[in-house]
């Protein structure tokens, strides 16, 4: 059966060369560029350009490529707006200090990541905000020990492999089986945590990705909350960063990398293999519908809306993987103010107000310490639960009420201070990793569908961060390296 299989790679291998060399030798002068666009058969064809998507084109700039994203602007989940010469995030905002090859990734595309500046945490709780040194005085003395408590639990399974096998070591994720089947609502409760640290803990994952304790496996809440819960003694120092116009600068600096590269408003509406073992995608530019055939193609779509796409060339059992991957949704507003109104602190986590869970000084990276002028102060609304899908039915002005509710209470007089706000909804925010998750990843890990000419990537193939989406697309680029070697 191996021997089948192998013998059918080489030949479609071979083929698609065949097949390649006479495409690239039609005559320039065919009657229309479009056609020529059509006859040409690139490496690969990336589809979407997000981090995995901008990761993947990175990776594979060197070869013959196009990335095809279908909104107007790279980034996906990471945009940007700009109002009164400051630049705001509309989605992703920050990362932990870069190591290893993501700080080499960013030294490459020329930019630098810079800490916020600290005091970065926060806590708002029955109307009062804890800010700094004092972020966790909403706890008691008894809490305050279950919240330390928690924090050595998560540290010691973080440190017991769980990072690496989600990061790194996909192929250990099955030791760490038993652990992904908890539920990490059930397991807080069990190991008795007191309810306000639960309900921190909730409205942090809410915050942080869209997803409630009860529908979080343990084994996938432990890297992030580990890494995540904030003390006073560390008040003064800052472990996270961005860049100097935000997270958006990594898109920005790549885009320069792969210019030529990549298309925006080309949306994918088809990808297939055809017999010579060629991808064939086709997608929308400017109500015009084109083609375009390469010896790989790398889907950098939410896992869903891949599925959707792929018409050929995975297994159904990979189809049915992804179609299986769901995604929580999310809200941010940017508010435009009048005067600076959070200065104490840069992220703020509120407890106790519904659908608002963070609260962010957006422009503390870029002023002096003390400015007090016009300013940026974005609201993050997350779903009460990972399935609620009424959330993003919210008219704007839901939204806007919602939000208006909560800055009032902590900034009196907030709502006629606003000069303006921009809205943001996201429909497939981050993939839900409920118990059982690691099961996915390892189908699509070990599928042998996805060794091309069709390979995947996407922060749900590692964890719903930029570097899981780097991580990802990282792979998805060496895997198709190996495939064009392989047919040589
Ligand atoms: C509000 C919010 C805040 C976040 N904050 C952080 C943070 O601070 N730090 C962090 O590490 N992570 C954060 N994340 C998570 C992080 O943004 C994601 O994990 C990461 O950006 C995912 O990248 P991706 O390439 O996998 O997917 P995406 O960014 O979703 O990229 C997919 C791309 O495919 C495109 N596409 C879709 N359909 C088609 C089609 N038919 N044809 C062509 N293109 C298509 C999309 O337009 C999109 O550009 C945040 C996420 C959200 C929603």
């Not at 422009?363 to 399935?387: F, N």
Request: proline share 4%; net charge positive.
């Amino acid at each position: 059966m191996r021997i089948v299989r192998q013998t059918w790679l080489v030949l479609s291998v071979l083929m698609a060369f065949v097949v390649r060399q006479i495409a690239v030798a039609v005559p320039a002068n065919t009657k229309d560029g479009r056609q020529k666009e059509e006859e040409r058969i690139l490496d690969a064809v990336i589809v979407g350009g997000g981090f995995s998507g901008l990761t993947t084109a990175y990776k594979l700039r060197k070869k013959d490529i196009l990335l095809l994203e279908k909104e107007a602007t790279l980034g996906g989940r990471c945009q940007s707006g700009s109002w009164n010469g400051f630049h705001y995030p509309k989605g992703t905002e920050y990362i932990g200090k870069p190591e290893g090859g993501m700080k080499r990734f960013f030294r490459r595309v020329g930019i630098k990541a810079i800490p916020v500046p600290p005091p970065t945490d926060g806590t708002a709780y029955q109307g009062k905000l804890y800010l700094g040194a004092d972020m966790l005085g909403y706890l008691n003395e008894e809490e305050k020990r279950s919240y330390y408590r928690l924090n050595r639990d998560l540290t010691r399974l973080n440190k017991s492999g769980v990072e690496d096998a989600i990061f790194w070591d996909q192929e250990d994720l099955a030791e760490y089986e038993a652990m992904d089947t908890v539920n990490l609502g059930q397991w807080m409760e069990r190991e008795g945590y007191s309810p306000l640290v639960r309900k921190y803990v909730d409205v942090e994952n809410r915050g942080l990705f869209g997803t409630d304790n009860a529908n979080y496996s343990l084994f996938y809440n432990v890297p992030e909350m580990a890494f995540n819960m904030p003390f006073e003694k560390t008040a003064g120092i800052s472990e996270v960063y961005s860049f100097e116009h935000g997270m958006y600068s990594v898109v920005e600096a790549v885009a320069q990398k792969i210019e030529g590269k990549y298309k925006t408003g080309a949306s994918v509406t088809e990808v297939k293999v055809n017999s010579e073992g060629l991808a064939v995608v086709r997608y929308l530019e400017n109500g015009k519908e084109r083609k375009v055939k390469a010896l790989t193609v790398v889907m950098c779509t939410p896992a869903q809306v891949t599925e959707k796409i792929l018409k050929e060339g995975i297994s159904p059992n990979a189809r049915r993987t992804l179609a299986g991957m769901d995604y929580s949704k999310y809200v941010t507003i940017n508010f435009f103010t009048k005067n600076r109104r959070l200065e104490k602190a840069w992220a703020v986590s509120c407890v106790d107000e519904g659908q608002v869970v963070t609260i962010y000084d957006v422009i503390r990276p870029q002023v002096e310490d003390g400015y007090q002028g016009k300013s940026i102060v974005s609201v993050y609304m997350a779903p009460e639960h990972a399935y609620d899908t009424a959330f993003l039915q919210q008219t704007d002005q839901q939204l806007l009420d919602n939000a208006y509710r909560t800055f009032n209470r902590y900034f009196p007089g907030f709502e006629s201070e606003v000069l303006g706000h921009d809205i943001t909804r996201f429909d497939y925010a981050f993939p839900v990793f409920n118990p059982g998750y690691s099961q996915k990843v390892r189908s699509l890990y070990n599928d042998p569908s996805l060794r091309g000419p069709v390979f995947l990537a996407g922060d749900f193939m590692v964890y719903a961060t930029v570097d899981g989406a780097m991580i990802s697309g990282n792979r998805a680029a060496k895997g198709v390296l190996r495939y064009l070697r392989g047919k040589k």
